[in-house]
């Protein structure tokens, strides 16, 4: 009898231009394609640097396409762009960055994408962030660094 092992892919980048994003605005990544590698899970970790205010967070949400990328949830395009959502409860909350203290990096907790959306990883999904933190991030954009690691089982 097979045993299933889990296989972690190498971790890659998610395209999200987070460098200077005021406070109360929106920025969507580019949208990740699942149909090719098909990952049973995809671990999130953001890395975001407060700019000179900070006193609150950075939220994270998911949006997806079931239509091949036509259409995203919340009127998401799919770009590195900026994004203003028409009904924030039609995105899937991912998770959140605390960011307390001014001028300084701050390293989220790994989430799953499946967890989020019930179970399974959508065929092209991506995020949105909204900043919360009192005033905008840092200006330095390799001061972010957003990942996702697939994984898949390996038959053993």
Same mark, same amino acid.
């Given at each position: +009898?097979?045993?299933?092992?889990?296989?972690?892919?190498?971790?890659?980048?998610?395209? +999200?231009?987070?460098?200077?994003?005021? !406070?109360? !605005?929106?920025?969507?990544?580019?949208?990740?394609?699942?149909?090719?590698?098909? =990952?049973?899970?995809?671990?999130?970790?953001?890395?975001?640097?407060?700019?000179?205010?900070?006193?609150?967070?950075?939220?994270?949400?998911?949006?997806?396409? +079931?239509?091949?990328?036509?259409? =995203?949830?919340?009127? &998401?395009?799919?770009?590195?762009?900026?994004?203003?959502?028409? &009904?924030?409860?039609?995105?899937?909350?991912?998770?959140?960055?605390?960011?307390?203290?001014?001028?300084?990096? =701050?390293? !989220?907790?790994?989430?799953?994408? &499946? &967890?989020?959306?019930?179970?399974?990883?959508?065929?092209?999904?991506?995020?949105?962030?909204?900043?919360?933190?009192?005033?905008?991030?840092?200006?330095?954009?390799?001061?972010?660094?957003?990942?996702?690691?697939?994984?898949?089982?390996?038959?053993?």
């Amino acid at each position: +009898m097979a045993t299933l092992k889990e296989q972690f892919a190498a971790a890659a980048t998610i395209t +999200m231009s987070l460098a200077s994003l005021a !406070s109360g !605005s929106w920025w969507q990544s580019a949208f990740i394609d699942n149909s090719t590698n098909v =990952y049973l899970d995809a671990f999130v970790q953001m890395k975001v640097k407060t700019g000179a205010t900070a006193a609150g967070t950075v939220d994270f949400w998911l949006y997806a396409s +079931m239509d091949g990328g036509t259409s =995203y949830s919340d009127g &998401a395009s799919g770009s590195d762009a900026t994004f203003t959502p028409t &009904a924030t409860p039609n995105l899937v909350h991912l998770g959140t960055v605390n960011t307390p203290t001014a001028t300084t990096s =701050y390293t !989220s907790a790994h989430f799953s994408v &499946a &967890a989020a959306f019930g179970g399974s990883v959508p065929q092209r999904w991506g995020l949105a962030a909204k900043n919360t933190n009192g005033g905008a991030l840092d200006a330095t954009g390799t001061n972010f660094v957003l990942q996702y690691q697939g994984l898949t089982y390996l038959s053993a």
